[in-house]
């Protein structure tokens, strides 16, 4: 580190904080600007931050290699850590998610709180100081930003740094900075979701959710959702959120009447028991916003953007604090790879694919709902016909439920949820029937696979539960009865390398549909898209329930020589089938069913799911 160089960052919240010890690492001074004044109150420049806060454990976790102890530290100060699914209740698509344990802490604290714990362990480092003022502009030129222009009172002045960075949030005005210096625009990604929140403390009872710590409630086909956490000073901090211009309203009745309309009633019986602490406060968020810098052909120097200046996500999820803190571990991973003159160019071609994942599970999500204006291709269509599959599978089977919470969690990567044993689980007791369909898919990256039934005709039949034979795989009569079988022949695997089958989750196109080719099958039956989309399988049953089926992959010449021979360039085609469909007749594990983890090429881009 050289004390000779100077780092400033605009603005002292999360992803402001995070981003001052990262460059207290590489800086031998380190101001961060703030125009607010500084306490225990919620700040005027985050108008959220009288509103629930979720602090993801992917979040917890990045936070802690930064401050190790930190949780220990917010639950010192009165935040509640408790285990996800444990002591929480989660609701998605309209169900509660079954009970299990997950792995997955949540602290459960107010904005203000979070901010004050981070604020005083930053404040610790000796490398760092705080100047309080407005960054009115940027100094320098379209190749290089050589410091910021700062407002303090009715005083302007300069401070010069070798690095600024921009953490000012969602109202950044980084754009306009730049156009300034003659820099090129960043092309933004966005999507109108015109939400409202509605906001209000209670007093907490101990009778309350039966003890449990906090309720989240997701949007149901109405837009409506909403959410309880028991934050420091034994209160409730309730919060009602409504999509596309139908908000929550402030007033005492018109709370409790819209608390009433979505899918549980957990927090109306909180609201009509407990006692208000003040009054209900209302924001609005009007769009989540990528801006795209990684697309730019050129960046100048000397500046970085970074958390909500760089991306804001709908707040529904609660990824942003989450994803701020990723970013900051990539900044920091850049740093120290080294000085090559090129920091911002690395910066945003490697945490592009970090808020890629949120970015395709948050805006997914709300494409999910057919009044969003948004566009909707084939992937997006079969991915959240998948995902609500899986959130009526979360609320019977614990495995789902927990599969289900890591990846909201972004702990797992979204391809968690193609694994074998509950890829079953979501596409059988998901929907209320699997009738196998059959078609054509054209384009070249498509072909149709017929049902493998012995008869080649579709076949349906009640699927009551899994029935696991002793070495882990399923009855062939029950994959029947199911429909699902993996079908295709070696031709089509010699293609594409993965196979899918066509139930009704693919009914919209009328056919099962395949992935292209070079792609890992995560178990044999299951295919995904470019990226990493299930469509449909059989799961770890599939190579047991119909040998013959499997005539697309090599497994098939075992079971069907003549298939391998009518197609020899099969094996060569996707050599790592045959360890996926080894690996897919591994018995599960009775306690632990996601022990198989699919591994994911780093830098591969993942599927999004809902949350």
Known sequence: MSNARHAVVLGAGIAGLLAARVLTEHFGRVTVIERDTLGDDARRGVPQGRHLHGLLDRGRTSIEQLFPGFTAEMSEHGATTVEALVGTRWYIGGLRAAPTATGLTSVIASRPLLESVLRQRTTDLPQVRWAVGTA?????????????????????????????????????????????????????????????????????????????????ISTGPNGRGGGAVLVEGGRWQVTLAGMLGDHPPTDKDGFAAFAETISSRDIHEIISTATPLGAAVPHRFRSPVWRRFDRLPTVPQGFLAIGDALCHFNPLYAQGMTVAAQQTLVLRSCLRAGDTGDLPERFYSAVAPV?????????????????????????????????????????????????????????????????????????????????????????PAAVSVAAAHPTGAAQAGPFSADVPRRDGSLDDSVADEAGCVTGAAGSVMGEVGVVAQGADLAGEVGVGVVARAGLDAYGAGLAVDEAGVVVHGAGPAAHEADPAAHGAGPAAHEADPAAHEADPGAHEADPGAHAADEISREPASPVNPLAYQPARTEGQPASHTDL
């Open 136 to 216: 009115a502009g940027l100094v320098g030129d379209s190749h290089r930003v050589r410091g910021v222009a700062v407002r303090a009172g009715d005083e302007t002045y300069t401070l010069t740094a070798d690095l600024v960075v921009d953490a000012t949030g969602r109202g950044s005005r980084v754009t306009q900075w730049l156009a300034e210096l003659g820099a090129l625009a960043a092309p933004e990604e966005r999507l109108d979701v015109d939400l409202g929140y509605a906001s209000r403390l209670y007093e907490h009872r101990p009778e309350h959710l039966d003890g449990h710590s906090s309720v989240i």
């Open 355 to 443: 808020i890629d994942v949120a970015w395709r599970l948050s805006t997914g999500s709300d494409l999910a709902n057919p009044a969003v204006v948004g566009p909707r291709d084939l992937r997006t269509r079969l991915t959240n016909r998948y995902v609500a599959r899986a959130q009526r599978a979360a609320h019977y089977h614990p495995s789902v439920a927990r599969a289900f919470l890591r990846v909201a969690n972004l702990v797992d990567p979204p391809a968690a949820l193609l694994a074998p044993s509950t890829a079953w689980r979501i596409l059988m007791r998901g929907s209320t029937s699997a009738v196998v369909s059959t078609g054509d898919v054209s384009g």
